[in-house]
């Protein structure tokens, strides 16, 4: 059948069944919603560029040359309100087609994709796990509490009979704590592996002329870029645990060479 996943189209095998990507869609919800609000903005990149010198909010301008052309481009917010900065503007088109093309060369291959997905199972298996986990592992701890005090008394208990009742009976709760924990521990994740793969592979097939799709593009792989004059820091999304993993964190884009190949 046909479906669509965080906005990106998808052939779907027969095998998989709607529910699961009824359960993708709630998952995968950053992308949509934000989509098309972003792609009817004339800058692509709002919110997400700030200044390699001051730290301040890089935002997108326009004006017109002496012949009547427009020109748009992306300013230091500070710069802009009359305060110092050395940075220099930079043409929208360089700065939004540099970033979408790193995300297309760092993030869209195949082994880039396979350890994303990796990473997407990895926290979906926490998120899972951490409330009820949290939960079960505090009332085990204290039905152990219980425990020790039980068997403390008995050694002076003069009702032997009633507190070995009790001891039985918190032992019970502790095994079934205890399984209870085991079956967290082993969850699957909600979302299959070949799911999220299907879902990013969709990237790898999508316009990157497409405002829609860029910008779908953007919400889900970057986290932030910084501008210094000439350079680009691209800031994909990812935790220190991802550096650890050799994924890529930073890509730096030499403006000025894109500049000059226009």
């Known amino acids: 059948g046909s479906w669509e996943l965080a906005g990106v189209p998808l052939s779907v095998p027969g095998i998989i069944e709607e529910e699961i990507f009824m359960e993708a869609q709630k998952h995968f919800k950053t992308s949509r919603n934000n989509a098309s ?21 890089v935002r997108g301008h326009c004006g017109k040359s002496h012949t009547g052309a427009m020109h748009y481009y992306y300013a230091c917010g500070n710069k802009k309100d009359g305060h110092p900065c050395e940075l220099k503007t930079v043409k929208r088109d360089v700065l939004e087609d540099a970033v979408i093309d790193a995300i297309c060369s760092d993030m869209l291959t195949d082994e880039m994709i396979g350890q994303i997905t990796d990473k997407l199972m990895d926290l979906q298996m926490e998120d899972q796990k951490h409330e009820r986990l949290h939960v079960l592992e505090r009332q085990l701890a204290e039905a152990q509490k219980r425990q020790e005090k039980l068997l403390d008394a008995l050694e002076i208990a003069p009702d032997v009979s009633g507190l070995i009742d009790r001891i039985r009976a918190v032992d019970d709760e502790i ?3 205890k399984s209870e924990i085991a079956g967290e521990s082993i969850k699957q994740p909600t979302l299959s592996r070949d799911v999220i793969l299907l879902w990013l592979n969709q990237f790898k097939n999508g316009d990157a002329t497409d405002a829609e799709f860029r910008s779908r593009l953007v919400e889900t792989f970057i986290d932030k870029i910084e501008l210094k004059n000439g350079d680009a820091y691209i800031f994909f999304n990812a935790t220190g645990r991802d550096r650890q ?11 000025k060479a894109l500049s000059a190949n226009l």
């Open 37 to 57: 609000g972003n792609a009817k903005t004339e800058y692509l990149l709002s919110g997400k560029v700030f200044c390699g010198y001051c730290g301040a909010t």
């Open 175 to 177: 095994k079934g704590l």
């Open 245 to 255: 993993k050799g994924l890529p964190t930073i890509r730096q884009v030499d403006l």
